[in-house]
């Protein structure tokens, strides 16, 4: 594995030479406050990046590069073309006005039961030991979560199991990672749809974490009945300088080598935490690049499901 890392950088390290870099921000419209975790995608797709914690962001523009699109949560996608994106210092984003499918009016005096649905529970029979995945450059995972009880009710957290301690005497791993928390509605091909979480979501996860739990009630998102996707992505990291970097496509982690000749590693720089897999008949999860094209996650062993999950508060 750590040696097709290294020859998958060798391959890369060509096109970047015929690439220009461009730098700017990307700013709300209305507001003109700076946008963090905004990403850009070349057209047709050859590069992307997230932008920085302050909307800041540097990008490759290879020769063959037609159009720039710009997108984040919460606002309207924008596409520019190369000559108009390499002349302009500053993108601007409109705020996309949606209206959510379902949402909930609770009742607070009423006691709720909670329900965990999803993967994400710590079953040792569901979870294969040692079975696990980090995604690099710029990947969005998902995990469907099915309404199999056709429950009634909001989701109140997500959950995602994570490895924890990756660190060994040759992984290097950051201060922590920058997590951006997703929830999609369940397409009509049965893969990651329209966000249902409207609002940017974002943790810092140290490496040791094995999971997180966050609340997401105070936006009263109603359990769909055709079930819901679970989600996140790494859009960036804080390296143990305490320099923060963005995520890049086709960023998988820098690393120094004790032989260049015979490819011997010495040290692999961690961009993104190890996700646990849980065994499942048919895959239940999904992956796709900055481009935004989902595919089924599978794997011949069956360890194919991201152990993501959610409880719901039913009424």
Request: proline share 3%.
């Amino acid at each position: 594995m750590i040696l097709r890392i290294i020859i998958i950088m060798l391959h890369i390290f060509p096109w970047l030479s015929q690439a220009q870099e461009k730098c700017g921000v990307v700013v709300d419209k209305a507001s003109k406050l700076y946008i963090p975790y905004a990403t850009l995608v070349t057209q047709p797709f050859t590069a992307g990046t997230y932008t920085s914690e302050i909307g800041k962001y540097c990008i490759s523009i290879h020769p063959d590069t037609d159009s720039i699109l710009i997108s984040c949560v919460g606002y309207q996608n924008f596409s520019v073309s190369k000559s108009q994106f390499l002349l302009q210092d500053t993108l601007f984003l409109e705020v996309s006005i949606n209206q959510l499918k379902e949402v909930v009016v609770k009742n607070e005096k009423k006691k709720r039961k909670v329900i965990q649905v999803g993967y994400a529970d710590h079953a040792v029979k569901k979870r294969a030991f040692g079975g696990s995945i980090s995604f690099n450059s710029g990947v969005r995972i998902a995990t469907y979560v099915a309404n199999d009880g056709n429950l009634q009710g909001v989701i109140k957290n997500v959950i995602y199991v994570l490895s924890g301690a990756r660190e060994t005497k040759t992984v290097v791993v950051p201060l922590f990672y920058r997590i951006r928390l997703r929830i999609y509605e369940n397409g009509s091909n049965h893969l990651p749809g329209a966000d249902l979480l409207r609002e940017q979501v974002v943790v810092d996860v140290p490496d040791a974490q094995k999971e997180i739990v966050k609340d997401v009630s105070s936006y009263n998102i109603a359990f769909p009945g055709n079930g819901f996707w679970v989600g996140m992505e790494c859009v960036g990291y804080m390296s143990s300088d305490s320099v923060y970097h963005e995520i890049k496509v086709n960023e998988t982690g820098k690393y120094t080598l004790k032989n260049s000749r015979k490819l011997k590693l010495e040290k692999l720089y961690a961009i993104s935490p190890m996700i646990p897999l849980t065994k499942t008949k048919i895959t239940q999860s999904t992956h796709s690049s900055l481009k935004g094209n989902w595919h089924l996650h599978e794997r011949s062993n069956g360890l194919s499901t991201f152990s993501f999950g959610a409880e719901i508060e039913v009424d």
